[in-house]
C-alpha cells in the first residue's frame, strides 16, 4: 500500500475515535458512587399523597356525620278546669245544727253544695236549693243522720247560664218536734264570698 494512503486511514481514525469517546462518556455519565444516574427509575420521586392512620394502622375515614334528631312538637297539655266557690258564713243553731252553703263551679258545671254537722241527737232533713238565673230552681232533699260528723248535701250539676255570681244556693235544716211538725232549725245561704272549692 502506497504511504500516502496509510496516512489518510490513520487520520480518519484519529478522527472518528475523537468524535465517539465524548459520544460514550456523555450518554453513561458515573456518580460519584460508580453508580450510573438514578433517574431512571431509582431517583428522587415526586412527594404521593399520604393518608393519615389510625392508632390501629389502618387508614381513616372522614367521621360520619350523624342525621339530626328529629323533634316532634309536644302536645298542647290539657286544659285544667279550676274548681271556685262562692260560700256563705258558717252557721249554728242553739239547737246543734253548723252549716254552710256554696254555688260551686268548674268548667261549665254550676251546683250547690251545703256543708254541715249535726249535734242535736236526731236525724234532720236538709232541703238545699240552687237557684238559677230567670227564677228557675233545682231542689233537693238530704238526710242528715244523728251524729255528730261532718257531711254534705248537694245538687246534680248543671250547664251555667251566666256567672256563678248570678246563683245563690239556700240550706235548711228542719227537724221533727213532739207535735209532729218540722220546725226549722237553721237557714244557710251562700254569699258573695269567694274561695277556691274543693
Known amino acids: 500500500m502506497p504511504p500516502v494512503n496509510l496516512r489518510v486511514v490513520a487520520l480518519g481514525a484519529a478522527v472518528t475515535a475523537a468524535v465517539l469517546l465524548p459520544l460514550v462518556a456523555t450518554a453513561e455519565p458515573a456518580g460519584e458512587d460508580g453508580s450510573l444516574w438514578k433517574g431512571l427509575g431509582s431517583g428522587p420521586r415526586t412527594p404521593e399523597a399520604t393518608v393519615p392512620e389510625t392508632s390501629a394502622g389502618t387508614p ?40 254552710q252553703t256554696c254555688v260551686l263551679n268548674e268548667g261549665v258545671d254550676v251546683w250547690a253544695r251545703a256543708y254541715y254537722r249535726n249535734a242535736t241527737g236526731q236525724e234532720l ?4 236549693t240552687l237557684m238559677a238565673p230567670g227564677g228557675r230552681t233545682v231542689q233537693v232533699r238530704c238526710a242528715v243522720p244523728a251524729q255528730d260528723e261532718p257531711g254534705t248535701c248537694e ?15 239556700v240550706a235548711e235544716f228542719a227537724g221533727t218536734d213532739e207535735a209532729g211538725s218540722t220546725p226549722l232549725l237553721l237557714r244557710a245561704g251562700s254569699n258573695t264570698t269567694d274561695r277556691e272549692g274543693s
Do not use: I, K, N
Open 60 to 99: 381513616s375515614e372522614p367521621p360520619a356525620v350523624a342525621p339530626a334528631p328529629s323533634v316532634s312538637p309536644d302536645p298542647p297539655a290539657p286544659a285544667v278546669s279550676e274548681r271556685v266557690a262562692r260560700c256563705g258564713p258558717e252557721l249554728a243553731s242553739p239547737g246543734g245544727v253548723e252549716a
Open 125 to 128: 232533713d236538709a232541703f238545699l
Open 155 to 169: 245538687t246534680p250539676r248543671e250547664r251555667g247560664a251566666g256567672t256563678v255570681a248570678a246563683y245563690t244556693g
